[in-house]
């Protein structure tokens, strides 16, 4: 390191002298300096407490703290699997951080085969808390500790797993890790991320304070990331309020903030989480202050003053909006024995139920003041979509017990398949319907509905209808893949034209949805068909390829231009997206389907026998014996 350092003086010193400048002279000096110390700091030796030889790397994360979130690199997509009976656990951590998996780094020719990735280690020590036996969720004992196994799950990775399968899922994992990695270094609290630029994005349609963390809290339970959820969730203990002094979106604060609280609630029994929860429902509760209980889209959580979105009618409301808010308020009643959270939510529907078109068929407007449908279009994409699972999700979720609310899909959902359904090659879509007029266009928040179909196929008893919305299920499954082969990056457009057998773009952007790997998962657990897992790798190959950038991941300004990154990492990206494909790889005891249901954020709520339920006879409520 002395001799280079002092070649590099000579140079400088003869350039300085036949220049006749000092600045070379300069030059010289601090490039021996910092050669020389380049050569001496890299020679010393770096061992750890127990006398043992650490690298460079390694001696850095432990004397700085926690790895850069650019440590957590996934391998190139020409990786192939390697599939080793023998493959044992690797070792290699990062300190201090024991739920984080390091990938593997590219080496080679994009041809050479590479093992697979050290797998997860979830941690040893694991504790189990079953509900208990009464429906109300009670909280533990230890307050202090609550790195629970989830309830009713076994451990997400085992020892008898398929290596590739167990890749796969670790990949996603580290994924999640990245991408949230990010979020945590450098916008810890805000909104959300801005993945290209590295800025912070406080998103207004919520209560922007720690978006990413409250709707990532379940996955990271999921996933077993528990430092990574510890972090958040005392983070959130420390400072979060509900004090946002602008409106926000009902809808948008419910499905993501609401459900994002009592989802990690449901896992852990923190009581915590559910007083944030139950402060937030009574701040959001103004909204439905209404003459018969449809409530505002909007609400300014200081002042409660509340106010129309600004894509509703005048005096009207979204179908999607006031009826994507029963699953959370039902929930919360259960968890808090207090029964006004699922009478307010619910009574939206026993209206609703009221007014039910001569054609089953909801317009995606509502009025607020009487609540009786406004317009004529009809849609289970936009505007539309989540009213419709969450009829049939309510029923699961309440252990069936509730059977004028699954009579009611039921007379709905045939009505949907009757009017609106059509074959796409060998695949099925739904079209939008325009008074009297179809129109053949189809939207990528409507690919959630072959999930719906086909949990709605397990509770049915009559087989006809069974078989029906299993292949309706299927179909659309696959139609929504149609939609991510149609383009040159492997990612949908947001709406496509159905056109003479072609798909066609209506809106052109990608933006991290992930209402088709939904549907791919439900099928998978429903079916076992190896397509499902096969359309949802491909689809995450597309994702490492296109869309990861500098701080994350992003949307595409144009689903066929690679190069169009839109600068945004969505809550939801984290919250769903990422989750349903990691469950995609897991077994059928992770998360069962006959014992949780998804809200439309995927945030998972236990079933339980409800209290409240809605009375479509007559104006009312009654308590369920």
């Avoid at 024995?337 to 699922?342: C, F, S, V, W």
Wanted: hydrophobic share 35%; aromatic share 12%.
């Amino acid at each position: 390191g002395v001799g280079v350092g002092g070649v590099v003086v000579v140079v400088g010193v003869v350039a300085a002298m036949a220049l006749k400048s000092r600045f070379f002279l300069l030059v010289a000096l601090f490039f021996f300096v910092s050669v020389t110390s380049f050569f001496v700091i890299g020679s010393i030796e770096h061992k750890d407490e127990g006398g043992h030889q650490m690298s460079r790397l390694e001696w850095a994360r432990e004397r700085f703290g926690r790895a850069h979130p650019s440590d957590f690199v996934t391998p190139p997509e020409d990786h192939h699997i390697v599939h080793d009976d023998n493959l044992q656990p690797a070792d290699e951590t990062i300190p201090d951080s024991p739920s984080i998996v390091l990938a593997p780094t590219s080496t080679g020719s994009s041809t050479e085969k590479q093992d697979p990735p050290p797998h997860f280690e979830p941690p040893k020590e694991r504790m189990h808390n079953p509900l208990p036996e009464s429906n109300r969720a009670e909280p533990k004992e230890n307050p202090s500790v609550y790195t629970v196994k989830i309830p009713h799950v076994v451990s997400v990775d085992k020892p008898t797993d398929d290596p590739e399968v167990r890749f796969k899922r670790d990949q996603i994992r580290n994924a999640f890790v990245y991408a949230y990695g990010w979020y945590e270094n450098k916008c810890m609290g805000k909104g959300e991320m801005k993945s290209k630029t590295g800025r912070c994005n406080d998103n207004s349609l919520v209560n922007d304070f720690g978006l990413t963390i409250i709707d990532s809290l379940g996955t990271m339970l999921i996933m077993g990331l528990d430092d990574m959820y510890i972090t958040g969730r005392d983070f959130l203990k420390e400072k979060l309020t509900w004090k946002a002094n602008h409106k926000v979106s009902l809808f948008e604060t419910n499905i993501r903030s609401l459900g994002g609280l009592l989802s990690a609630y449901d896992m852990t029994r923190d009581p915590f989480l559910l007083e944030k929860a139950e402060e937030l429902a009574i701040k959001l509760k103004p909204a439905f202050n209404t003459p018969v209980g449809i409530p505002k889209s909007t609400i300014n959580l200081q002042t409660g003053e509340t106010g129309s979105i600004g894509w509703a009618p005048s005096g009207g409301a979204i179908l999607a909006e006031v009826g994507t808010l029963q699953l959370e308020w039902a929930y919360l009643t259960n968890a808090t024995g207090n029964p006004i959270y699922a009478q307010t939510a619910l009574k939206v529907w026993e209206v609703m139920h009221k007014y039910l078109p001569g054609n089953k068929l909801y317009p995606v407007h509502v009025s607020i003041n009487t609540g009786k449908p406004m317009g004529s279009h009809v849609s289970l994409g936009g505007l539309g979509d989540s009213f419709y699972e969450y009829i049939i999700k309510y029923y699961i979720m309440t252990n069936g017990q509730v059977g004028p609310v699954a009579d009611w899909f039921f007379e709905v959902a045939d009505a949907v398949l009757d009017q609106l359904g059509a074959p796409f090659r060998d695949t099925y879509y739904l079209r939008e319907k325009f008074g009297s007029s179809v129109s053949d266009v189809f939207d990528h928040l409507a690919c959630f509905t072959g999930g719906m179909f086909g949990l709605a196929a397990q509770h049915t008893t009559d087989q006809a209808r069974k078989e029906r919305y299993m292949e309706a299920g299927g179909g659309i499954a696959s139609f929504c893949r149609a939609m991510y082969d149609a383009t040159s990056t492997g990612l949908p457009f947001e709406a496509v034209r159905i056109r003479g057998g072609q798909l066609a773009a209506k809106t052109s952007y990608y933006l991290q949805r992930p209402e088709a790997v939904e549907s791919w998962f439900v099928m998978w657990r429903l079916t076992h068909d190896q397509k499902y897992r096969d359309y949802g790798w491909k689809f995450f190959e597309s994702i490492q390829e296109h869309t990861k950038v500098d701080f994350g991941y992003c949307g595409l300004q144009h689903s066929s231009k690679a190069s169009t990154c839109d600068d945004n990492q969505q809550s939801f990206f984290l919250a769903e997206t990422l989750k349903y494909l990691f469950l995609l790889f897991t077994d059928d005891d992770v998360i069962p389907l006959d014992e949780f249901v998804f809200t439309t954020e995927a945030h998972p709520l236990s079933t339980f026998n409800p209290t409240v339920v809605p009375n479509f006879e007559q104006t009312g409520w009654f308590k369920k014996k």
